[in-house]
Every structure is written in C-alpha cells, then in structure tokens.
C-alpha cells in the first residue's frame, strides 16, 4: 500500500519498535499488525485495512532512516534516487496520468484494483438510463432503480439527476439501512445481481435482462459486462422482500 521500493523504510520501523527501549510502549504495534493481517486472510477483509499501522511503521522507519544516513553523502544520493523513483511509479499508479481509452493496453489496470474500478461510470450510468426510458411513462412513477453495490449506487446518485433518473437503492452494506423502495413500487430497474435468475424469479413475476453494462474501453474491471434488468410484478410486499436484498461484503 506504500510501495515496494519503500519497503525497507516501513520495516527498519518496526525493528525499531521491537529492539529500540525507549519504544518499548509502542511494541503491541507490530504484534497488532500480525494479528490484523491474519485475522484479514481469514475473513476476507481489504488489504487497506492496515494502512493506519503501516503509516505508524513508516513514521518510525524515517527517524531510523535519519540516524542510518547522518552525513554520507553516498547514502543520501542512494535515498534520493530511490524516491524519486517510487515517486514517479506511484504517479503512474495511484493518478490517472495514462489516457482512459490506453489503459486497456497497460499493465496498471491489473496492478492497481482502484485504478480499474474508476473506469467508466458515465457510460455505465447512461447505459441504465437508457434501460429506465424502456419503461412506459405511465408505469414511471412506480418504478425505481436497485443496484449490487455501493459504487454503482454512488454513480447514480452523482451523474443519474441529470439524466431524469429517480433516487437509486441498494441492499449493499449499510446502504439497505438508508430505506428501501416504496411500497407501490412495481418495476424495478436492477443494475447488477449477475447469476440471480433463480434467486429473483422467486421474487418478481418476470424479471429480464435489456442491456449489459460496457465501460467502452476494454477494462475488466468489477461493473464490465454486469446486466441492467427489469423486473416486474414484486411476488411479496417490499417490507419483507426489502430483507431479501441485504447483503454484506
């Protein structure tokens, strides 16, 4: 999460923290680290979920850099070099210098999960635009739109109100906590939910898929090639189908 050409910064850190006495009260922190990385692996939890410790193991890691380079000024040029070398690989990696439609052809959207799952949220918000307006206008009012997850559900909420789109659900973490559709709702507009046809045919009458989800760049990220259906005629009322849609990852 900080680099791998940093690395050696971090970890002369956290033997500091282990063999320095006068920071013997911050030694729970490499032992917190551990823990936290095993319990992640079990549990499936984000990698990020550590940086708070690793920016705690860098901080400590730069007062034992400081003393390691003193005066040398063979030291400093080797440190100089080696940041402005983790500076412009983190650039490249972290910010969208490289053209949208080039990225496809680079190796960062493979790297970088975050650089690939911020690809394409205009075109995948017109595109269950364009599958709402497939909606008959009289039927509108009692339609509303659910997606998977939070990030589609936050595109929608940013580029939707200007395409005339209504206020999205989602079922997604905390997001089912904020309120569910109401209960004259009788179409929904599903984004997402690939590999539920089963699952949602016991729910609504008729559920169909009317278009897929294409960033128009060739990125594989987690949205690419997701149905956007419509799904009609709800088989139970929303207070209780509503429970159904909770889910947590």
């Not at 206020?167 to 539920?196: E, I, Q």
């Amino acid at each position: 999460m900080i680099g791998p050409l940093v690395v050696q910064v971090w970890v002369a850190g956290v033997v500091g923290l282990l063999r320095r006495p006068q920071w013997r009260p911050l030694r729970a922190l490499p032992v917190a680290y551990v823990l936290i990385c095993a319990f992640l692996l079990l549990s499936g939890g984000q990698p990020y979920y550590t940086l708070g410790l690793l920016l705690a193991f860098w901080a400590s890691g730069c007062v034992v850099l400081e003393s390691w380079v003193g005066t040398r000024s063979s030291r400093w040029r080797i440190l100089a070099a080696d940041v402005v070398v983790h500076a412009a690989v983190s650039l490249l990696l972290a910010l969208p210098i490289v053209p949208e439609d080039r990225l496809a052809h680079t190796p960062l959207p493979t790297v970088n999960q975050v650089t690939r799952d911020s690809v394409g949220w205009p075109a995948y918000v017109h595109q269950v635009a364009s599958v709402y307006r497939q909606v008959p206008v009289s039927e509108r009012q009692r339609s509303v739109i659910v997606t998977g997850n939070y990030g589609e559900h936050g595109a929608l909420h940013w580029y939707g109100r200007q395409l005339g789109l209504p206020p999205a659900y989602s079922g997604h973490n905390a997001l089912w906590d904020l309120g569910r559709p109401p209960d004259t709702t009788a179409t929904l507009v599903l984004v997402n939910y690939a590999g539920a046809r089963v699952w949602l045919a016991a729910r609504f009458q008729t559920c169909r898929v009317r278009a897929t989800l294409d960033n128009g760049v060739r990125v594989d990220n987690e949205e690419q090639g997701q149905p956007i259906r419509i799904c009609q005629g709800p088989r139970r009322p929303w207070p209780k189908l509503w429970r159904d849609f909770q889910h947590l990852h």
